[in-house]
C-alpha cells in the first residue's frame, strides 16, 4: 500500500462502433450540404451569409469531432438555430441601419450599375430602322433593313450596311411587305423565331462606330451606351451631353442639374437613418402619447390576463367543481386559435352598425360603445380582446403552480385560525407569483411590442387630432414605426430607417427589462427556492 | 456571472423577435441562394438548336399572373409552344402580391420575365430598376392613350395596358326612378327614401376618399395639380383648397342628418344595397359579380355634377434583368394584344378593355357603363407620397365625421402632413456649393466638395435681412468654383451673373486667405469677398 494505489479512473465507455460510423455519415451528409450552401452564397455575393453559415459549420464539426467537446453534442443545434435565426437576423438588422436600403435603393451598386449601364440612346446623326433577321446556317445572322424613308438595306456584322433592293442578285423577291422571301445562303425567320436567340439583341451589325442593334421586335437603331462609368472616381457620364454625375449616399446625381439616375443601390451612409429619425417631425409628434399609452397598455394586458387566469384557476382547483374538465377544455379553446382569425373576429362582433355586441348593449342598454372612433373605447377594446387572448395561458400557467404549493402550508394556516383571503394573500400568491414571476415579464415584454393585435384590430387608430404625423390613440411604438418607415411615411418602404428605429426600440425595452429584473429581483428569489 | 450571461440572452431573444417583426422584408432577400443569374444561363439555350430537338423548348417565358386570368393565359401558351417551340410557364401569384414577391425575387434574377400589376405600383418599380421599357411598335396605336399614359414615367413606356377600372354610380332602379343630376340631388332623393323607411343610407361607399373622389371633384377639390405638361406635380397639394372644404362640409352635414354613415365599409354597403336597403351605392367591377347574383335591379350611371372618379390601369411589365426582353415583348405584342386574347381577359375581368378594337366593340352594358362613368376619369397618381396621401386623408375626414375638428382645420392639418412628406427637410437653406468646401467642414477630398446639402456652408440672413451670407472660411491659394443652390438640393441653382442653372462662378486665392459669400435673392448674385 503505497502512494502509488491510482485512482480508479470513471471508465469511459467505449462507443458503439456502429453509433459512431452514424455520427460520421451524418456529419458529412451535413458537410456537403452547408458547404453547398456557402459556395452558392459566396458566388451569389452573400458573403455575410456565407460567412456565418460556414461559423456554424465549423463549430458543428469541432463538436462532433472533439472528444473534450463531447458535452455540447446536445446544445449544438440550438446553438446553431441561435447563430443562424438569431444572432445573424440581427447583425444583419444592425447592418442594414446603417444603409438606404428601401425603395429606389434596392439594388447593390453591381446590380444598379448593370441597369443604368443598359441604358441606350439614339445620337442625333443615329439612324433607326425596321428590321427582319436571316439567319445563316452557321448561325450568322443578316438583317434586311428598312429606314424611315423607306430605303432598304442588308446588314451583316463587321461590313457597312449595303443598299440593297429585293431581285437584286442573290435577293428573293419582295412579299406584301416589301421584305425579300429569301436571300442566298440565309433562312428567313420570323420575329418571335428571331426573339428567341437570346444573342440577338447584342449582336452588333454594320461597321465599327456606326453599328446598328435590335432594340425591340420593331426597331434596330444606332444605338450607343448612355452612361460611361468611371470606376476610379465612381461616376458616370452621360455620352449625350457630357454631364456628369457623381455618387451622393447611392444616388448618382449631377452636379450641375442636380437630376438623378434611377435606380439608385444599396449604399451605407453612416448614422443618416438615426439622425433622419431624430429629426423627423415624428419625434415632434405625439411620441410621448403613444410612449405613455406604450406602458399602460402591457401594464394593464398582463393585470387583467393574470388576474383572470388566476382567478379561473383558482375555482378549478376546487376539488369538488363539477365538470372540471369539460369546462377546462372548453375555456382552453381562444388560446388553439390563431390570434389572428380571433382579433377578426371579436373586430367583427364590435361593429357598429353590424356587430353583435353593439347590437346587444343597444338592446339591453341603448348604448352602442363607438369602439373604432372613441379613443377612450378604443382603448378599452384593445384591453378587452387581449384579455380574451391572454387569459387562457396564465390560467395554464397558473394550475400547474397552483399544484406545486404543498397542501400542508395550508393545513397549517386553517389550524392558525386564518380564513381563506389570508391564506390566499399570504401563501398562495407569494409562492405563486415566485413561480411565474418571470412569465408575467415575458408576457409584459411580448405586450409592448403586440404589433399583430394593434395592427389588426384597429390599426392604432382613431387619430390624434392635430398631430404632426400620422398617429392613433391606440398606437404603440411598433406600430407608429411601421406606420412612418414602411406605410404613411410616404417615401415607400424605407428598410434602412425601419432598422434604425427598432434598434432605438431594442435600447428602450432592454432598459425596461433590466430595470424589472433588478428591481423585482425576480432570478434570486427563484433560484432561493430551488 | 452566469445568471447575468442568461439574463442577456434572454434580451438577445426577446429582440430578436421584435427585430423579426422589422427587419423580416430585409432578411428575406438574402434567401434564395441561386448563382448570379450572368454566367449559366447564356450557354444552355444556344447548345440546344431549335430545330434539332422540338422536345426541348428554345426558350422558356416566366409569366406571373393571377389565379382568374391564368387559364387566358395557358391557352395562348399551349399555341406559342406548337408555334414556335417557346415554352411559357404561367405561375399563379395573388394579384396584390405581385409586386413584393417580385422585388424580392427580381434582384437575385431568379424573378419571371413579364408580370401584371396596376399602373399606381409602376413608378417604385421604375424607381427601383426592376423593370424594362418596353416598345409596343405599330400596336402602340391601339391602345387608349390615357391606359398608356398611365404607364409612362419620364417620357417612357413601361407597360402594356389590359384593363381600366374605375367605380361607378350604381342606384336601385326599385327605389331611383330620376337619375339625379347634382350631388344634392342624390341626397335629397335618398333622404326622402329614408324618411319613407325604405332605405338605411342615402349612399353607400367603400370608403369616403378613394371612392368618393368624384364628390371630391365636382366640388372643386384636387389631390396633385398638374403642371404644363400634364403629370401629376406632388408640390401643388390640393387637400385643403377651397372646394375640398366644401366637399367635406357637404359630407359632414349629410352624415350629421343620418343620410350617410360614418363608418361604413365596403362589405357593409355592398350588403345594405343587394338587401334593397340602399338606393345608390358608389363600387368598382369587384363588386359587380356579388350584385348580378343578388338579383337586386341595379342600374349603373356616371356620377352628378360631372365628378371625375379616379381609374386605375392594369398591364403587363417587363423584368429588367430578364435574358428574354425581346422575346417577351414579342409575345406580348404578337400573341397578347390580339383582339381574342383581350377580350377574354376583357370578359373573365368585369373591366373594360385598354385595348381600342376591344373597347371599341363592348356590348356589355355593365362595362360599357363602367366605361363612360371613367370616360372623365384621372389616373390615379404613382408617385410614392401617396402613402401618406391615403392615410392622412382618410384621417382628416374621420376627425370630421367624429365631430372632432372642423372640415377646414381637419384638411389643414392633413395638407400640411403631406407637404411635409414631400418637402424635403432642407427647404430653405440656401448654400454655396463649390470646390471649395472640402476646407470649409463638409467632407474629405472630391467627396466633400459640390455638396448643396452640407450644413457647414450653408448661409444666413444677413441682419439687414436683405441678403444671405456665409463664411468666412480659412481656403488654401488655388482656382476655385461654385455656384448657389437652394434648398439643399441641386434642383434650383443659380450660376454666372444669377443665371438659373448659368456657368460656374470663378475664384482664385494668389495666397492663403479667407472668403465669405453673399448672396443677393432678388437678383440671385453671389458676391465673393476675397481678404
Known amino acids: 500500500m503505497t502512494a502509488n494505489n491510482p485512482v480508479p479512473q470513471p471508465k469511459k465507455q467505449a462507443e458503439n462502433p456502429f453509433s459512431v460510423l452514424l455520427r460520421l455519415f451524418f456529419l458529412l451528409v451535413f458537410d456537403l450540404g452547408s458547404g453547398w450552401f456557402i459556395v452558392q452564397a459566396v458566388q451569389s455575393g452573400y458573403l455575410q451569409l456565407a460567412a456565418v453559415v460556414g461559423v456554424v459549420f465549423l463549430l458543428v464539426n469541432l463538436v462532433l469531432l472533439l472528444p473534450q467537446a463531447y458535452a455540447y453534442r446536445w446544445m449544438v443545434t440550438g446553438l446553431s438555430f441561435l447563430v443562424l435565426f438569431t444572432i445573424y437576423p440581427m447583425l444583419f438588422t444592425i447592418y442594414i441601419a446603417f444603409t438606404n436600403y428601401g425603395d429606389g435603393h434596392l439594388l447593390t451598386q453591381q446590380q444598379a450599375l448593370a441597369v443604368i449601364e443598359k441604358e441606350t440612346y439614339l445620337p442625333k446623326t443615329g439612324k433607326s430602322y425596321k428590321w427582319t433577321a436571316f439567319k445563316a446556317a452557321d448561325n450568322s445572322y443578316a438583317l434586311w433593313l428598312i429606314d424611315p424613308d423607306g430605303n432598304t438595306y442588308l446588314g451583316k456584322v463587321g461590313s457597312a450596311l449595303v443598299p440593297a433592293k429585293p431581285g437584286d442578285p442573290g435577293i428573293g423577291q419582295a412579299d406584301s411587305n416589301g421584305i425579300p422571301t429569301s436571300i442566298d445562303g440565309f433562312t428567313r425567320l420570323n420575329p418571335i423565331l428571331a426573339a428567341t436567340d437570346k444573342e440577338l439583341p447584342n449582336i452588333k451589325f454594320g461597321e465599327a462606330g456606326k453599328t446598328i442593334q435590335i432594340r425591340s421586335p420593331s426597331e434596330a437603331a444606332e444605338l450607343k451606351p448612355r452612361y460611361a462609368y468611371d470606376p476610379a472616381a465612381n461616376t458616370l457620364t452621360d455620352q449625350e451631353n457630357g454631364e456628369v454625375y457623381n455618387d451622393v449616399n447611392g444616388t448618382y446625381t449631377s452636379r450641375t442639374s442636380g437630376k438623378a439616375i434611377v435606380p439608385g443601390y444599396r449604399a451605407v451612409i453612416g448614422f443618416q437613418n438615426f439622425v433622419n429619425f431624430v429629426q423627423s417631425p415624428a419625434l415632434r409628434g405625439p411620441l410621448v402619447q403613444i410612449l405613455v399609452w406604450n406602458f399602460v397598455f402591457p401594464t394593464l394586458s398582463v393585470l387583467s390576463t393574470f388576474s383572470l387566469g388566476l382567478a379561473i384557476a383558482l375555482m378549478f382547483n376546487d376539488k369538488d367543481f363539477p365538470l372540471k374538465k369539460v369546462f377546462r377544455t372548453l375555456l382552453l379553446i381562444p388560446y388553439t386559435i390563431p390570434s389572428v382569425i380571433t382579433v377578426l373576429i371579436w373586430r367583427g362582433m364590435m361593429n357598429p352598425d353590424l356587430g353583435i355586441i353593439n347590437h346587444l348593449t343597444k338592446t339591453w342598454f341603448g348604448f352602442s360603445p363607438p369602439w373604432f372612433s372613441e379613443p377612450i373605447w378604443a382603448q378599452a377594446g384593445v384591453l378587452l380582446v387581449n384579455l380574451w387572448l391572454g387569459y387562457p395561458y396564465f390560467m395554464l400557467i397558473t394550475s400547474g403552480a397552483l399544484q406545486s404549493i404543498p397542501a400542508d402550508l395550508y393545513e397549517a394556516a386553517k389550524i392558525d385560525g386564518a380564513n381563506s383571503w389570508q391564506a390566499f394573500r399570504n401563501i398562495t400568491l407569494p409562492l405563486l407569483l415566485v413561480a411565474v414571476g418571470p412569465l408575467l415579464i415575458a408576457s409584459y415584454v411580448y405586450n409592448f411590442n403586440n404589433f399583430g393585435l394593434i395592427y389588426l384590430f384597429i390599426n392604432g387608430g382613431p387619430p390624434i387630432v392635430g398631430a404632426t404625423t400620422q398617429a392613433g390613440h391606440t398606437d404603440i411604438l411598433i406600430s407608429y414605426v411601421y406606420n412612418l418607415a414602411f406605410a404613411s411615411g410616404g417615401r415607400g418602404v424605407q428598410y434602412g430607417l425601419a432598422s434604425a428605429i427598432s434598434i432605438i426600440v431594442f435600447f428602450i425595452v432592454g432598459t425596461i427589462t433590466l430595470v424589472q429584473f433588478r428591481f423585482t429581483n425576480m432570478w434570486e428569489e427563484v433560484s432561493k427556492n430551488v | ?531
Open chain 2, 1 to 531: 456571472m452566469f445568471r447575468k450571461l442568461y439574463l442577456v440572452l434572454s434580451l438577445l431573444v426577446a429582440v430578436s423577435m421584435l427585430l423579426a417583426a422589422c427587419g423580416g422584408g430585409a432578411t428575406a432577400t438574402t434567401a434564395p441562394e441561386q448563382p448570379a443569374a450572368t454566367e449559366a444561363p447564356a450557354e444552355a439555350p444556344t447548345a440546344v438548336p431549335a430545330t434539332e430537338a422540338p422536345a426541348e423548348p428554345a426558350a422558356t417565358l416566366v409569366m406571373w399572373v393571377d389565379a382568374t386570368k391564368a387559364p387566358v393565359f395557358k391557352q395562348v401558351a399551349d399555341e406559342f409552344l406548337a408555334k414556335y417551340n417557346v415554352k411559357v410557364d404561367i405561375q399563379v401569384t395573388d394579384f396584390g402580391q405581385i409586386r413584393d414577391k417580385f422585388q424580392t425575387a427580381a434582384p437575385t434574377g431568379n424573378g419571371p420575365d413579364i408580370i401584371i400589376v396596376p399602373h399606381d405600383q409602376a413608378g417604385v418599380l421604375v424607381a427601383n430598376g426592376l423593370v424594362a421599357p418596353l416598345d409596343l411598335g405599330d400596336k402602340k396605336a391601339s391602345f387608349l392613350q390615357p391606359a398608356l399614359d398611365a404607364f409612362t414615367i419620364d417620357g417612357k413606356l413601361y407597360g402594356m395596358p389590359y384593363a381600366v377600372e374605375n367605380v361607378a354610380l350604381f342606384y336601385n332602379k326599385d327605389l331611383v326612378t330620376d337619375l339625379p343630376k347634382t350631388w344634392e340631388d342624390l341626397m335629397a332623393a335618398g333622404k326622402k327614401l329614408q324618411d319613407d323607411g325604405k332605405a338605411t343610407y342615402c349612399l353607400g361607399f367603400g370608403s369616403p376618399d378613394y371612392h368618393l373622389y368624384s364628390l371630391y371633384t365636382s366640388f372643386g377639390g384636387y389631390i396633385f395639380g398638374k403642371d404644363a405638361q400634364g403629370n401629376y406635380n406632388p408640390q401643388d397639394v390640393g387637400l385643403d383648397n377651397e372646394g375640398f372644404i366644401k366637399a367635406v362640409q357637404f359630407l359632414d352635414d349629410n352624415v350629421k342628418n343620418g343620410c350617410l354613415s360614418s363608418t361604413i365599409d365596403g362589405n357593409t354597403a355592398l350588403k345594405l344595397f343587394t338587401d334593397g336597403k340602399e338606393p345608390f351605392f358608389i363600387t368598382g367591377p369587384w363588386d359587380l359579380d356579388a350584385i348580378k347574383t343578388a338579383k337586386v335591379p341595379y342600374g349603373m350611371s356616371t356620377f352628378p355634377s360631372n365628378g371625375a372618379p379616379f381609374s386605375g390601369v392594369q398591364g403587363f411589365m417587363l423584368n429588367a434583368k430578364s435574358q428574354n426582353l425581346l422575346l417577351a415583348q414579342s409575345f406580348l405584342t404578337e400573341y397578347i394584344a390580339t383582339d381574342d386574347v383581350m377580350s377574354q381577359l376583357q370578359t373573365g375581368g368585369n373591366r373594360p378593355s385598354a385595348y381600342k378594337p376591344v373597347f371599341d366593340k363592348i356590348s356589355d352594358p355593365d362595362l360599357l357603363a363602367f366605361g363612360q362613368a371613367g370616360a372623365n376619369s384621372q389616373p390615379m397618381p404613382a408617385i410614392p407620397a401617396m402613402g401618406a396621401v391615403w392615410a392622412n386623408w382618410g384621417t382628416a375626414i374621420t376627425l370630421v365625421f367624429q365631430g372632432k375638428q372642423a372640415p377646414d382645420a381637419a384638411l389643414q392639418d392633413a395638407a400640411k402632413k403631406i407637404r411635409d412628406v414631400i418637402a424635403n427637410p432642407l427647404t430653405g437653406m440656401v448654400n454655396v456649393p463649390g470646390s471649395y468646401q472640402n476646407q470649409a467642414g463638409c467632407g474629405d477630398g472630391d467627396a466633400g466638395n459640390w455638396k448643396p446639402d452640407c450644413a457647414a456652408t450653408a448661409m444666413q440672413k444677413s441682419d439687414d435681412g436683405k441678403s444671405y451670407v456665409s463664411g468666412p472660411f480659412k481656403l488654401k491659394a488655388g482656382d476655385y468654383e461654385v455656384k448657389v443652390a437652394l434648398d439643399g438640393t441641386w434642383t434650383t441653382n443659380y450660376g454666372v451673373d444669377g443665371k438659373a442653372g448659368g456657368d460656374n462662378i470663378k475664384f482664385s486665392l494668389t495666397a492663403d486667405g479667407e472668403v465669405s459669400f453673399s448672396y443677393d435673392p432678388e437678383t440671385h448674385i453671389l458676391t465673393v469677398t476675397i481678404k
